[in-house]
């Protein structure tokens, strides 16, 4: 691989955990440890110092809950941000 940055050649530091989370002041590092890691390797540019990260495994990431409301015309649940009814077709806007 070679480094986007000057195009010298990367080498591989290995396969790594990266801590996932945060630590603060009144939840110590329980953040961190609640939060997992995310398993990586690592590329080091000998070059110019520059480092590259990519996840040996993608992570699974859970699509968050859309906020939903009623319409005023029918009443059925839709997006929030919609600009029409998907239902009925009343202008939401």
């Not at 939903?68 to 202008?91: I, L, N, S, W, Y």
Request: aromatic share 8%; glycine share 10%.
């Amino acid at each position: 691989m070679d480094c986007p940055y000057c195009g010298a050649e990367m080498s591989s530091l290995g396969v790594n955990q990266l801590q996932l989370g945060r630590a603060s002041v009144l939840g110590g590092i329980w953040g961190n440890i609640a939060a997992g890691s995310l398993e990586t390797e690592v590329f080091l540019c000998r070059s110019c110092g520059k480092l590259e990260f990519f996840a040996v495994r993608p992570m699974e990431f859970e699509e968050p809950d859309r906020v939903q409301v009623p319409c005023p015309k029918c009443g059925e649940p839709h997006d929030f941000d919609d600009a029409k009814c998907p239902f009925c077709g009343e202008r939401l806007l």
